[in-house]
């Protein structure tokens, strides 16, 4: 004994089994056996067992492959070990019997091992995985066998206590052929025992130290068990000496203990007929529930061969009467031969209930007054057919009808969970089949008509549905006047006048063996069917009769179609009447739908008409053939029956090339396709023939090109052609050497062996080949010698070009070598000497004031609600008094328990989205700006309950992103705190920083289209392909009045490279940085000229000297139009002297850089350059040095501002710095948090990420500028390294690092203990007094209460609420607000509603 704990090898999503559209699963293995318990199913296949829910989801699954260990291999000492699907494996555990012990939440099963001995395992009812308890002992049946039968069975012990034990009834073949190679003490009938508290253990066949059982001295085939109360029923076929078979039924009262319980065996014999019925057998039982009395359903054959078999109930009733242990097949104590057993009590039928070929399986329910059968077929249908209490059956149903012949298994169970779908089995697939068909019925006479039990009439929903409240009366089928669809006064006048008809007499009907789906074209045969005018077929008890026209009718025959039916079987036919009456009989079988699933040969050529061989099964029925390429092509068959199909291909029409085509067989009105496709290829091409003279005969070898269409002698047709007759030549043989096939004929006694033509006919095809002659001969002698002298030639030819080609080569790459040989140096020694040479006095910095920089931060994405929540200059001084709206809503949102309500109201609606989010924190921000002290409150109650509920999962990600209200509350919250800091000592540095990257940026060339420049810290932004350049100094003349006076000249620094536009915006910005005030004319108005021989040329982006490359134009610069060193420039304005062709900037082009290019090169091909200089080949990688040149060039700017973010003027931290460190310290001794990480984050999320980075990224918030898409990326590069700085995590970087990480990587270090160090100097700082930050805080609120519209933020607030405002209110319910903050909402939405009918704006 092994106790196997735990999980073992659960595979539930392996390719073990798939669901099919039709509900049922598919096993890749056969179903051994399945059981049902409550509401789960549990199935035993080769391979595993699996555990389904009631819908058969698979819920787990458990692998039955292992090995076997211990002892010799043929003992019970074996034992079964599980092993994973991948590992090696010896052994297989085969289940033969499944049992749910439901009241110990257990599930019993058994089987057999590769060693043919038992195995048993007890596994948790609930999760198979779970094995309890396992031994190697025989429970049940060694072989899977329909022949034997396992059952849970409850024996009274007293009147307060039963036992639970495994009947097995096992079939015990004579031959001994089922004794395995372990010992066994089990016989035909056992009571094993289901647990260990029981005498002997688990398993054990002991009671009271005796071994009981039943035995039989003949192999009895066991076919069901169940037990009624206390009585154990089993039903039984028993095999006579004369091959004669009697069923058997035994009655067994639980009683006691397992001895008296098997020797109270008393039996009897199901009687068929009065005849005794011995050549009857029981296929498939079934209990009728209810009773008593005990009613009992079975199918038994009435043949040798199982193919007619009736549906007869019985009353088993149990008689415990006559004398126990006296049965003539059954004995539980000592066997003899006494004579007085040879007798058995007889019982006889209640009523047969339905005739039905291959009758297999059977389910009886009990439906109200109504019981219902539901019948499997050995042809693949699931029957139904309810019976009333008289015994009067409906008619029959089918609920499932398979497309092939699949046998369903004895047992059928039904869903316990719904009880409206029964378990059908088959070979490897489990179906989940609805009881009924209700939703088919669309009227209510449809519905009571099919006298369903689980159907009614629903008059409200109008459509049939599930119940269990309906009986419907029966109606018989009768000539009336309103029945039989028959109803036209001519015909009722018919009648009614007697005029005689002929009777007509049915002789045959062909076809009359036909598939499911009906056949087209059927002609009956007979006498006297002039009259007929439509043929009916009636299925079995005359239930659902179906009529079909007939024409063509010639008096003896007739055409009509054969209609398609829900049931395969026999029905029968009769011709119809015109007064209604139904003469003749013949019958129609229906059996399975045709299917094809292999093709021979599977090609064809293309002109088609090739013989192809269909292979299925009921191939007979098929009365068409269809192409998918040529679906209109209607092929017939030729020769067909039940296995092979041939036909004709159609042509491949208009579709060349080789191409596969599903092939479709056409059945009735069904087209079916088949499993295989066939593929199409070119014509066969015959090249050659030769003819050789063998005695009276010619023998012909015709070659052919070796294709994928495996041609064969049958398939082609050959004449000899002389002097226009045609010789026929025999087809012996064909062989296939290297890429060519070769086709051997023979033509008989010619006295001619000069063919000099032949005809070779395939499927429609014919083809003429023609014998080589002596000229061909010499033609192709001629080109054979020729080709040796065009090889030479064209190896000398190709030897000289690869000369010159080798010398360009070469050229070209010591010009590739020159150049970047010089670019290497260039850059070698930009960064040798690359000093800080930038401006280090800017004048006057233009910080935006207050108000703009905080609402640029509240509103960076909503340019209106930024200029709504400011004041205008005009209102600046003045102090403007709400309305009685938003004082209202003012008190409203200064009351703590409402703005909690409210944002956590708001935050737990789907549509309330982060821009929502960060907008209402905003609004609160303005609304609240006032009352600083009171927002600072509200701020830490939602960052404390926004820390609770991140504490138990990702404590590190707290305040890392912006995805609550709370959190843009705090950005919003620390840009008011830190707004003197910023100025006062972070500002000038910022400004700086950011002017000399964009100095840098304009040192060296950038491309007036992309914006990229080679002087850079993104190497995304890196003009790598820039051209060679030099720096130019002009002489700037402003033209001053109207009569050509012009100013002092202003000395500007441009280069060669510079377009047009670029030298304007560096002239103006010369001229701002020296005068300190910008030109009186806008860049869009200025033109320039330049001065060369004393006259004045201007100057522009493009003119009809541009260079013009494909259909893309080269902006123009100071190099196009030779501007050299030192030469004079004069500004005019636009307006005073318009330009000979008047252009606006060429950037309001809307395909601006589609249709212009500056530095960077469109892709055109190589010819169309014309300069040689822009041909250079350029490395971007060579260029690398160039970003970090700029950052050497910036550096001492990045560095100071760094140092001033984290300076501590005085030594002290910004009071807002200090107060909200305190309070992460705080918060994080409330948690418990030891982390000293943790806490390190927490601080660099809330004001290096969440304020400086945004700062950092943004100089536009803090100053007036504008920031490039070139400069943002710069910037970013910085404000990453500003972040590395405060990780704690080491990076490793390689040299497949991004430049961004490369450019800082040996400044980080030191930058990380200066870090370090500030935020311990912030911690050891004395803490901020609360009087002291409260001053701060009133301070920084009066210093600015007159710059924001707090009505306006008010207004957009209420909006938030008016939307959720029933979210609101249910909020308030769950927080317990107290009726008075109810009552002042509901004054608040009252008064706002007021509103209605005026514009808020």
Request: aromatic share 8%.
């Amino acid at each position: 004994m092994i106790l196997l704990p735990g999980l073992l090898f659960i595979l539930s999503g392996e390719p073990g089994r798939c669901r099919g559209e039709d509900g049922g699963l598919t096993f890749d293995g056969d179903i051994r056996h399945f059981a049902v318990a409550t509401n789960t199913v549990y199935i035993a296949t080769e391979k595993k067992l699996y555990q389904l829910s009631h819908d058969l989801t698979v819920v787990q699954s458990l692998n039955q492959r292992g090995i076997l260990k211990g002892g010799n291999k043929q003992s019970d000492e074996v034992q079964f070990y599980r092993v994973s699907e991948e590992a090696w494996r010896n052994a297989t555990f085969r289940v033969n019997m499944l049992l749910p012990f439901v009241e110990n939440d257990t599930l019993i099963s058994c089987g057999v091992t590769d060693n043919e001995c038992g195995y048993c395992e007890v596994l948790d009812l609930m999760n198979i995985s779970n094995i309890l308890y396992s031994e190697s002992i025989q429970v049940g049946p060694l072989r899977r066998s329909n022949a034997s039968v396992a059952v849970l069975v409850n024996v009274e012990k007293n009147p307060t206590r039963s036992d639970t034990y495994i009947l097995t009834a096992i079939q015990q073949y004579q031959d001994h052929s089922e004794k395995g190679s372990c010992t066994s003490d089990s016989v035909t009938v056992n009571l094993q025992n289901t647990n260990n508290k029981q005498t002997g253990g688990i398993f054990s066949l002991i009671d009271d130290q005796a071994t009981p059982s039943v035995k039989s001295s003949r192999d009895v085939e066991f076919v069901d068990g169940f037990q009624i109360n206390s009585v154990i029923y089993l039903l039984s076929n028993v095999p006579s000496d004369d091959r004669s078979n009697r069923v058997r039924l035994i009655w067994l009262e639980g009683k006691t203990s397992k001895t008296r319980t098997l020797r109270s065996l008393r039996g009897a014999t199901l009687n068929i007929s009065e005849a005794g019925g011995e050549c009857n057998r029981l296929l498939a039982s079934s209990l009728i529930p209810g009773g008593p009395p005990v009613l009992w359903g079975g199918v038994f054959s009435m043949d040798v061969g199982q193919t007619n078999t009736e549906l007869i109930v019985f009353d088993i009733s149990p008689d415990l009467t006559g004398e126990a242990d006296a049965d003539p097949d059954f004995c539980s104590s000592v066997c003899t031969d006494n004579p007085s057993f040879k007798k058995s009590k007889s019982l006889k039928p209640k009523a047969v209930l339905f005739r039905q070929k291959y009758m297999t399986s059977l389910l009886a329910v009990r439906q109200k007054a109504w019981v219902v059968f539901f019948i499997g077929t050995g042809d693949g249908q699931l029957i139904k057919l309810a019976v009333d209490k008289d015994y009067h059956t409906a008619c029959p149903m089918i609920l499932y009808r398979a497309n092939d012949d699949r046998r369903v298994f004895p047992k059928i169970h039904l869903d316990q969970v719904d009880r409206k779908h029964v378990y059908v089995p088959f070979r490897n697939q489990m179906m989940h089949v609805p009881v009924s068909k209700c939703r088919a019925y669309t009227n209510v006479q449809e519905c009571w008509s099919a006298q369903d039990p689980h159907c009614v009439w629903c008059g409200s929903k109008r459509r049939c549905q599930q119940c269990i409240k309906t009986g419907c009366g029966w109606s018989q089928n009768e000539c009336t006047w309103a029945n039989e669809g028959v109803r036209n006064d001519n015909v009722c006048q018919m009648i009614e006048s007697g005029m005689n008809i002929s009777r007509p007499d049915i002789s045959s009907i062909t076809p009359s063996v036909v598939s499911f789906f009906g056949r087209n074209h059927a002609l009956l045969s007979g006498h006297n069917l002039g009259d007929v005018t439509g043929v009916r077929m009636q299925e079995y008890m005359d239930c659902t009769p179906q009529e079909s026209p007939v024409w063509n009718n010639t008096g003896v025959n007739l055409t009509f179609h054969i209609p398609s039916t829900a049931s395969k079987g026999m029905v029968k036919a009769c011709a119809l009447l015109p007064d209604g009456s139904c003469h003749g009989s013949t019958k129609i079988t229906y059996r399975s739908s045709p299917s094809c699933n292999n093709i021979v040969p599977s090609s064809t050529w293309a002109s088609g008409k090739r013989k192809i061989t269909l292979m299925g099964s009921h191939l007979d029925f098929v009365e068409g053939v269809t192409h998918s390429h040529a679906p209109q092509e209607v092929r017939l068959p030729g020769n067909s029956n039940c296995q092979n199909l041939t036909y004709d291909t159609p042509a491949a029409e208009n579709i060349q090339g080789t191409f596969t085509s599903t092939v479709f067989v056409k059945v009735a009105n069904e087209t079916l396709p088949c499993s295989t496709s066939i593929t199409y290829y070119p014509e066969p091409e015959f090249t050659s023939f030769t003819p050789t003279k063998t005695g009276d005969d010619v023998r012909i070898t015709i070659e052919k090109k070796a294709d994928k269409l495996e041609m064969t002698t049958a398939e082609l047709s050959v004449w000899g052609v002389q002097e226009g007759k045609q010789y026929p030549c025999i087809m012996e043989a064909k062989e296939t050497n290297n890429e060519t096939d070769f086709f051997t004929c023979e033509i008989k006694s010619t006295p001619n062996a000069k063919f000099q033509q032949l005809m070779i006919k395939y499927g429609d095809e014919t083809v003429i080949l023609y014998l080589k002659s002596s000229l061909l001969f010499l033609l192709m002698l001629l080109v054979l010698l020729l080709i040796p002298c065009i090889i030479i030639m064209v190896a000398i030819i190709y030897r000289s070009k690869q000369k010159k080609f080798t010398a360009e080569m070469n050229r070209r790459m010591e010009d590739l070598e020159f150049n970047i040989r010089n670019d290497i140096r260039q850059g070698f020694v930009d960064l040798q000497t690359e000093k800080a040479d930038l401006i280090e006095n800017v004048g006057a910095i233009p910080f935006l004031d207050y108000k703009h920089f905080a609402s640029r931060i509240f509103f960076p994405e909503s340019e209106s609600l930024m200029m709504s929540c400011i004041k205008d200059i005009a209102q600046d001084a003045v102090k403007i008094q709400l309305d009685e709206c938003c004082q209202c809503l003012s008190r409203l949102i200064q009351d703590p328990l409402f703005l909690t309500s409210m944002v956590q109201a708001l935050e737990e609606q789907k549509s309330f989205t982060i821009k929502d989010k960060c907008t209402l924190a905003s609004l609160l921000t303005v609304a609240l700006h006032s009352n600083l002290l009171y927002l600072t409150e509200m701020m830490e109650v939602l960052l404390k309950a926004l820390m609770h509920q991140n504490s138990n999962a990702q404590p590190k990600l707290l305040l890392r992103r912006t995805e609550s209200t709370v959190e843009k509350l705090l950005t919003n919250w620390m840009s008011i705190c830190l707004y003197g800091f910023l100025r006062e000592s972070v500002g000038q540095h910022l400004f700086l920083m950011v002017s000399a990257v964009t100095q840098q940026m304009a040192k060296g060339p950038v491309d007036f289209v992309t914006e990229k420049a080679l002087y850079t810290l993104s190497e995304d932004w890196l003009l790598w392909q820039a051209p060679d350049f030099s720096s130019l100094k002009l002489k700037v003349l402003f033209a001053v009045g109207s009569d050509g006076e012009v100013s002092e000249p202003l000395e500007v620094n441009t280069l060669s490279c510079d377009t047009v536009e670029q030298v304007k915006e560096k002239i103006l910005s010369t001229f701002k940085a020296k005068f300190g005030f910008p030109y009186n004319i806008s860049l869009r108005d200025v033109c320039i000229e330049y001065e060369k021989d004393r006259s004045f040329t201007p100057l522009e982006e493009v003119d009809a000297s541009s260079e013009i490359i494909g259909e893309v134009t080269m902006l123009n610069t100071l190099k196009h139009y030779k501007v050299p060193d030192g030469a004079t420039i004069k500004v005019l304005s636009k307006k005073t002297h318009p330009p000979l062709s008047p252009q606006g900037s060429l950037r309001d082009n809307e395909n601006f850089s589609g249709k212009y290019f500056h530095l960077i090169d469109p892709d055109i091909e190589e010819h169309q350059r014309k300069n040689p200089e822009r041909k250079k080949l350029k490395l971007k990688e060579v260029h690398l040095t160039k970003l970090l040149s700029t950052k050497v060039a910036v550096h001492s700017f990045v560095e100071n501002l760094f140092k001033s973010i984290w300076g501590m003027p005085h030594s002290r931290a910004p009071h807002a710095v200090k107060y909200f460190f305190d309070f992460l310290d705080t918060q994080a001794d409330n948690m418990r948090i030891t982390d000293t990480d943790v806490l390190h984050i927490w601080k660099t999320n809330s004001l290096p990420l969440r304020f400086w980075v945004n700062i950092l990224k943004n100089p536009q918030f803090v100053f007036d500028m504008e920031k490039t898409p070139h400069l943002d990326s710069c910037l970013s590069v910085i404000a990453q390294a500003f972040m590395d700085c405060f990780s704690l995590s080491e990076t490793q970087l390689g040299k497949h690092a991004p430049t961004n990480k490369l450019l800082y990587a040996r400044d980080i270090p030191k930058f990380k203990q200066e870090v370090k160090a500030y935020y311990k100097q912030i911690r050891d700082q004395s803490p901020i007094t609360d009087s002291e930050f409260k001053d701060f805080l009133q301070e920084e609120s009066k210093k600015h209460e007159n710059d924001f519209n707090e009505a306006a933020a008010l207004r957009e607030l209420y909006k938030f609420i008016q939307r959720y405002f029933t979210e609101i209110q249910d909020k308030f319910d769950q927080n317990g607000a107290p009726t008075e903050l109810r009552e002042q909402l509901h004054h608040v939405k009252n008064l706002f509603d007021g509103l209605k009918s005026c514009s808020w704006n």
